[in-house]
């Protein structure tokens, strides 16, 4: 299979594109030569009364948009299983990480970058309003220093982005989701190539929201029933917006084209069940729906905290999520995710800045504010895996007590 032949659905079949490959040997087909442009509805006629899919190849050819690619055997990425779990997760693991250096080391490493890629996603987010085509070949360099840095330390960068949000929710939301997304490669071994795919293809999963009017991204209250079509909508213009660019990963396109699909087939656009939901779009989906929980949102006054988001998402797992995959991501951000504000059972209130692999209920914590809620004149940093007198007393909202995550200095 060449690396611009895509397998699809009979449904995605249009005129323009060019068949590569059927699914059976071309000497049963009504045609005299081994592959065949698509120059007629009768030529998709034909086609759909003598194969289940086919092969295109965008190189010759119209692409498809990834809503019609079909999972291919042979490929890892694309197992199509659903809950077995450890297998499916041996077959993805092609890397064991270890982490390089100190999280104050990776810290200092980590604002540069953040420094370049802020620059760079921002203006993205303009030129797309303003009807220019996204520049894929500096966002995915802006995602390589991401990624380069997870792989490091894995949460060194997600730090860092808590340290600097601002109040534009669609630039927050796609670098969360970017971050969470390279960590979650990370914790399941992917190679760093197909990190970097799912990395890209978390920060560009909502670019068609920028075609969508702002009275209606974030209208306070229940959307009417068009305006939720609309909405949905934005699936599609990403894919619009993206899929005329060769440089776009075909797992990038594919998350953008499935976040939305959930196991149980309630999600949107396709209504897409377990399986025919590659792994990919599964992974897009708990990522986004767990960085939209835990974001500050225009439209909404409530925001999650990450341990109420995780909850969240346990309490869905084997529905909406795939089980095994709900608990692989729960692996890779803890009980108390990097940048959750907690009580303690003193008093005191923290903020967590490592998880620990084996305990995930006793992260890493920076001490911001006494027993009194006060600021502490040192932020003391304390391994509740180690200090056995203190524990989590519960979960803070962000922002609880004044504390302001851009503010603290690690």
Not at 299 to 326: C, N, W
Request: proline letters at 4%; a negative charge; glycine letters at 6%.
């Amino acid at each position: 299979m060449s690396d611009t032949e895509v397998k699809i659905k009979m449904e995605g079949l249009q005129i323009g594109m060019y068949v590569s490959r059927v699914d059976r040997p071309w000497s049963e087909m009504p045609v005299l030569m081994e592959g065949m442009p698509i120059s007629s509805n009768e030529d998709i006629d034909m086609l759909n009364e003598n194969c289940n899919y086919v092969y295109i190849d965008y190189s010759i050819g119209k692409p498809a948009s990834p809503m019609y690619y079909l999972n291919d055997e042979a490929a890892v990425e694309d197992i199509e299983i659903m809950d077995l779990g450890k297998n499916e997760f041996d077959l993805l693991r092609k890397e064991t990480y270890q982490e390089e250096g100190t999280l104050e080391e990776e810290m200092v490493n980590a604002k540069e970058i953040y420094a370049e890629v802020n620059h760079k996603i921002e203006q993205t987010l303009d030129d797309l309003k303003h009807d220019k085509a996204p520049n894929v070949e500096v966002l995915k360099e802006a995602v390589s220093e991401t990624v380069n840095s997870v792989v490091r330390h894995p949460t060194a960068f997600k730090l860092v982005l808590e340290l600097n949000k601002t109040d534009n929710y669609s630039y927050n939301h796609a670098l969360g989701t970017s971050v969470w997304c390279a960590q979650f490669g990370r914790q399941l071994g992917l190679d760093k190539d197909n990190i970097k795919e799912t990395a890209f293809g978390g920060l560009i999963l909502d670019l068609g929201k920028t075609k969508i009017p702002e009275s209606i991204l974030y209208k306070q209250g229940r959307l009417t029933t068009d305006e939720i079509r609309l909405l949905r909508s934005h699936v599609d213009l990403s894919i619009q917006i993206l899929i005329e660019n060769d440089d776009v990963p075909h797992n990038s396109m594919r998350m953008v084209a499935t976040h939305h699909e959930r196991a149980d087939g309630s999600g949107y656009p396709l209504g897409l069940k377990n399986k025919e939901i590659p792994i990919c779009g599964r992974i897009a989906g708990i990522v986004d729906s767990f960085d939209a929980m835990t974001s500050k949102r225009p439209f909404s006054t409530h925001t999650m905290s990450p341990h109420d988001a995780i909850t969240a998402l346990y309490e869905v797992r084997g529905k909406q999520f795939q089980k095994d995959l709900v608990e692989q991501f729960i692996q890779t951000v803890g009980m108390y995710p990097t940048g959750t504000l907690v009580e303690l059972n003193t008093g005191e209130v923290a903020v967590v800045t490592a998880i620990n692999s084996l305990k995930r209920l006793r992260p890493t914590v920076m001490l911001v504010l006494n027993e009194d809620k006060k600021p502490r004149d040192d932020f003391d940093t304390l391994n509740l895996a180690t200090a056995t007198d203190y524990s989590i007393k519960k979960a803070l909202e962000h922002g609880a007590f004044g504390v302001k995550m851009e503010e603290l200095f690690i």
